[in-house]
């Protein structure tokens, strides 16, 4: 921004919150045309944009972007704090009151209306930031497996481990531990290895060292998929991996669970 412009949206960043009722414009198809319909955000919205574009004068950056804020339980809070409801990003101030951001439903604005809306601080540390930052990127960045992949061996995965979500048990500890599931493939046309690693926090205790092995072995049966090669599960650590075979895979993520089969 040039020295001596002033932009009308100052104190605001990404991140930041309208609470209470909001009006969000959407376009809705009704009959063969395109029309403007309002979105009753009775939460509140989300500002979506980067604060270094917030802050631009009205001239070079005239629109923002918001999200709906919508209210989830505690646990589906965790859950998306976590990154496992990519749906949804998570932000201090919101989930502090019971509410999550949805970024399946997002407007356009312009700056001048929301000039004279009530801001709310949403981010609270750096930290919460780039996990703000994180999760937007997640949202628009997943990869998509093939269908019949996905459907047959990623849900499976997604499956068992999630019915150990609650369990008193070995197998209970490693879904506590999980910090993300990825898939590793050589060639998704023509794929001739296929690797799921799991990591986790830390390495298990010596008493759930032999169940965790045991739990590597039942995915492996469970992601079988006749026509791909059969695959292999680890469970590792971050330290544990270098950052070509990270960068290497692509992330599954714990939701969209209703649909799969154990």
């Not at 950056?61 to 496992?84: N, T």
């Not at 068992?160 to 993300?180: D, H, Q, T, V, Y």
Request: aromatic letters at 8%.
């Amino acid at each position: 921004m040039e020295e001596g412009a002033d932009s009308i949206l100052d104190d605001w960043r990404q991140g930041d919150l309208v609470l209470g009722a909001i009006e969000l414009p959407l376009l809705s198809n009704e009959g063969e045309e395109g029309v403007v319909i309002f979105a009753d955000a009775q939460a509140g919205v989300c500002m979506l944009t980067q604060s270094c574009d917030i802050i631009r004068d009205h001239v070079d950056k005239p629109y923002v972007q918001f999200a709906m804020l919508c209210r989830k339980a505690p646990e589906e809070l965790a859950a998306i704090q976590r990154g496992e409801r990519p749906r949804f990003a998570y932000v201090g101030a919101a989930a502090a009151i019971g509410l999550a951001v949805d970024l399946d439903v997002v407007a356009t604005v312009d700056k001048e209306s929301v000039r004279h809306w009530s801001r709310t601080p949403g981010c609270q540390s750096d930290h919460e930031r780039r996990e703000l930052a994180a999760a937007l990127g997640r949202h628009r960045q997943r990869f998509a497996f093939p269908d019949r992949f996905n459907d047959e061996s990623v849900k499976k995965v997604r499956r068992w481990l999630e019915s150990k979500r609650r369990a008193n048990s070995p197998f209970g500890r490693l879904f506590a531990a999980i910090i993300e599931v990825r898939v590793t493939c050589d060639d998704w046309d023509q794929p001739s290895s296929i690797a799921y690693d799991i990591y986790v926090a830390e390495r298990p205790s010596k008493s759930d060292e032999v169940e965790w092995q045991k739990a590597t072995a039942t995915l492996e049966e469970r992601a079988k998929l006749d026509g791909y090669p059969d695959p292999s599960v680890r469970i590792v650590t971050r330290d544990e991996v270098s950052a070509s075979e990270y960068l290497a895979s692509d992330r599954v993520y714990l939701d969209d669970l209703s649909g799969a089969t154990a």
